[in-house]
């Protein structure tokens, strides 16, 4: 039953009605006065128009510090809520900025991916798309991503670009796990540019020109590293900062975290493993626990492997062409991922354990180690 409630009379029943006392208005429906022993609050219950049939209690305020006019307010805004679908006890989140949803992708995976890659994720939102930092997510629509991308293609081409876009639609991903949004406008608006495979790798023609200047260097450790990149596929920051303690008794290379943020190892050939073994002895006055030691470099190892110092290739060039090589020698797809450390492309080959590979690997090595000895000759 409604009461016909005024504001004295509000006043009067929270003093002099026993607790428990529930007094409905009859002017917004759903509002009530409870009277409590100490105080007495107006409360407002409701159904969410979710489809689920929710009916939900909302506290309002104390009748003692707010007057029927305000909580009669407050009860038709909840009540609107509700029809929207909301529901009025769990506030509704804030919707992050393009900085702050990228400083949370970032720390959230700061133990999957190794620093140099999340400092590239960083360098190609936060130079290219300072503009949208401050940002929160619902302004990013799709004149502003078509936008962004023509300009970010014109000033700093064509793949920077597509790199940009590319982070600020998996960003948005991300922040649509906890947040609705409409869908991704870079997937909706963004015509990537067209990108064209580099192709880095050595050609067999050249490989003889390769080893005469790798067998010219006079850095022994710089050529050390490379042969490693030549004989391997690893990536130079896995190679440059490679440990003799990763190097067991079986030759078999133990990366502790690669790009994929786990644990490889690599069966060395027999050429490379004699060949660092002379390097181990060049070293042994550094008394360095790194392969490729640098007194001048605050890490401890090579930092940088310049193609302008004796040795004309790029440390990914090696990678390319390790593959190619592999390929060449007639191993088979699944081993050469397995031996550049790839994600393995089907779903069967999650249940392989690399580790019982070893053997396998190790052979599939030798081979390839064959194919690229073969071009230096005499």
């Known amino acids: 039953m409604t009461t016909k409630l005024t504001q004295a009379m509000a006043t009067k029943l929270a003093e002099t009605s026993p607790p428990g006392s529930t007094f409905y208005d009859d002017e917004v429906s759903g509002l009530r006065m409870i009277v409590g022993a100490k105080s007495s609050s107006w409360k407002l219950v409701g159904r969410i128009n979710d489809g689920s049939a929710l ?5 309002i305020g104390r009748v003692q510090e707010l007057s029927l006019k305000s909580a009669r307010l407050k009860a038709i805004e909840i009540r609107q809520a509700l029809a929207r679908g909301e529901d009025p006890r769990r506030p509704k989140s804030v919707v992050p900025t393009v900085q702050q949803a990228l400083d949370r992708y970032l720390e959230a995976n700061r133990t999957n991916l190794q620093k140099a890659t999340l ?3 960083r360098r190609h939102v936060e130079g290219p798309l300072k503009s949208t930092l401050k940002l929160p ?4 629509d799709r004149a502003l991503c078509r936008n962004l991308h023509e300009k970010l293609t014109a000033s700093r081409g064509p793949y920077a ?7 600020l639609r998996l960003l948005y991903n991300d922040v649509m796990r906890d947040h609705d949004l409409p869908p991704n406008p870079v997937s909706l608006a963004v015509r990537f540019n067209k990108e064209e ?19 010219s260097l006079e850095d022994q450790i710089a050529r050390g590293c490379w042969l490693l990149m030549i004989f391997t596929g690893l990536r130079s920051a896995n190679a440059r900062s490679a440990r003799w303690d ?5 030759g078999v290379l133990t990366v502790p975290r690669t790009k994929a943020g786990r644990v490889f190892k690599c069966p060395l050939p027999r050429f490379l493993l004699q060949e660092l073994e002379a390097l181990k002895a060049h070293t042994k006055p550094l008394a360095s626990p790194f392969m490729f030691p640098a007194t001048t470099t605050r890490s401890g190892h090579i930092s940088v492997l310049r193609s302008d110092r004796g040795f004309p290739y790029q440390p990914h060039a090696l ?4 593959r190619g090589h592999a390929l060449e020698a007639g191993i088979d797809f699944q081993t050469v991922v397995y031996l ?25 090595q030798e081979v390839v180690a064959a194919r690229i000895l073969g071009f230096r000759g005499r």
């Open 119 to 121: 400092d590239d994720y």
């Open 246 to 250: 990763w190097l067991d008794d079986d």
């Open 161 to 167: 670009a597509n790199t940009s876009l590319r982070m």
């Open 137 to 140: 997510m619902t302004s990013i």
């Open 340 to 364: 550049m450390d790839h994600t393995a492309p089907h779903v069967s080959f999650r249940y392989v354990t690399r580790a019982n590979l070893t053997g396998h690997l190790r052979q599939a």
């Open 197 to 215: 495979s580099r192709d880095w790798a050595i050609p067999a023609e050249d490989m003889p020109k390769m080893w005469k200047a790798i067998d």
């Open 319 to 322: 990678r390319h062409s390790y």
């Open 55 to 59: 009916y939900v209690t909302v506290t």
